[in-house]
């Protein structure tokens, strides 16, 4: 998708039938849905962004939104309503869009979510100070490795305890998602106002919401908080051994948990046309 701007958006558009957005986590790009996108796509049109900026995606030099790119790219598709699926800061992106256009959102499924708004916690910032301790900025290599250290291993667990290249792979995104952080803060990017943390109870759309069980425990009470004041919405445990990447590092339950959502809230996909 090219913006009115001449910006490119990047994004797969696979499968057929109800559309689904997938909406990666801040230290990660579209390549984050890599285990879902296979299994989704033979029952559902699925769309998997890089949020601009990231990944592939280019950043406009005007100020832009990324709840308003994500209807841009769904009236650039010709798509009325999707149900939106986010890990942490796509998480978060989603339920803005949700807010701020809910009728092109029929639902939101949030794994390890973030909201907009929200402060973290005292314990969060002391964990980051046990865990990680002191980092160049610039340097994005050392960066990388502690952001994975702390999001993606989590503080309850060791390095080795988790799949190196998982590790590996992670901090090779995130390494490109610093350089987007970055670029983007030379760029005005506006913010949904009221901010979602105060409004949770205006989500209209079936949610589902999870986290990982070895995820930073702000994450956690998060989920927890989406639960407790979104209508309706439906909290599953923690997954087990999983940190803040978890359709990443634990596809199998994360895909039963998205596939028995969107038939559960009436999407039970189409057949992928030969």
């Not at 909406?23 to 769309?47: F, P």
């Not at 923690?238 to 590092?249: C, K, M, R, S, T």
Request: aromatic residues 6%; negative net charge.
């Amino acid at each position: 998708m090219i913006d009115a701007t001449g910006t490119p958006l990047s994004y797969d558009d696979l499968g057929a039938g109800k559309p689904l957005v997938l909406l990666h986590a801040g230290i990660a790009d579209r390549r984050m849905w890599r285990e879902q996108v296979d299994v989704l796509a033979t029952r559902y049109r699925v769309v998997v962004p890089d949020l601009r900026g990231y990944g592939e995606s280019g950043l406009p030099p005007a100020p832009f939104a990324h709840h308003d790119d994500v209807v841009g790219l769904l009236d650039a598709l010709g798509i009325a309503r999707a149900t939106l699926v986010g890990c942490s800061f796509g998480g978060s992106v989603a339920i803005d869009t949700a807010l701020a256009y809910p009728e092109r959102v029929d639902g939101l499924a949030l794994f390890g979510s973030a909201v907009s708004g929200n402060e973290w916690s005292e314990e969060a910032n002391d964990l980051w100070e046990r865990l990680v301790g002191e980092v160049d900025p610039e340097d994005f290599p050392a960066s990388a490795a502690a952001e994975v250290r702390f999001w993606v291993v989590g503080p309850g667990r060791r390095p080795e305890d988790v799949d190196p290249g998982l590790v590996a792979f992670a901090e090779e995104m995130d390494r490109r998602a610093l350089a987007a952080d970055l670029a983007l803060s030379a760029v005005e990017v506006a913010e949904l106002d009221p901010p979602a943390i105060g409004r949770l109870a205006e989500l209209s759309v079936p949610v589902l919401v999870t986290a990982g069980a070895a995820d930073v425990p702000d994450i956690s009470r998060l989920a927890d908080r989406i639960a407790a004041e979104v209508p309706g919405a439906v909290r599953l445990p923690d997954v087990p051994d999983a940190g803040h990447l978890l359709p990443l590092e634990r596809p199998a339950p994360v895909n039963a948990a998205l596939l028995d959502f969107l038939v559960t809230t009436g999407g039970r996909g189409a057949a992928r046309q030969g």
